[in-house]
């Protein structure tokens, strides 16, 4: 069952929207580059009454067929275990997560955003085992 959130707002880790998401978000933006009209939706995904959904279900089709994904992406960081009921977490050493090949590499990230934030570390390929750190930057 999928809930609605106010305003369509909705708790998803860095993992899952800088390292997997942006995957797919990319395939969106190169199809619309190259003139393809796109559908897309992304809606997260619940169990029951918890507040952080599990997961993203991620859809995209352009109009001339070439884009068409439909993939579930699970939200999770490596080194923390989520209690997706309240929205707390601890780290766990033992908590690792694979890397895609095709994902995003931080730097690149860090470099393309003037966000108030700065990436420090990166996700270790093939699998992660702790969380990336971020600096505010005065």
């Not at 393809?36 to 859809?59: C, D, K, M, S, W």
């Not at 990230?109 to 990166?122: C, D, H, I, L, R």
């Amino acid at each position: 069952m999928t809930r609605i959130t106010p305003q369509n707002l909705f708790t998803e880790t860095d993992f899952v929207n800088q390292e997997v998401q942006t995957i797919y978000e990319a395939k969106v933006r190169h199809a619309i580059e190259r003139g393809e009209h796109v559908i897309y939706q992304a809606t997260p995904i619940f169990r029951g009454n918890e507040l952080v959904p599990r997961g993203i279900n991620l859809q995209a089709i352009s109009t001339n067929g070439r884009l068409n994904f439909n993939v579930f992406l699970f939200n999770v960081e490596p080194g923390v275990q989520i209690n997706y009921a309240n929205g707390t977490y601890t780290y766990n050493s033992q908590m690792t997560v694979p890397v895609p090949l095709d994902a995003v590499n931080a730097a690149d990230n860090q470099k393309s955003s003037n966000a108030q934030f700065t990436f420090v570390g990166n996700y270790a390929r093939p699998i992660a085992s702790h969380p990336r750190q971020y600096i505010r930057k005065w």
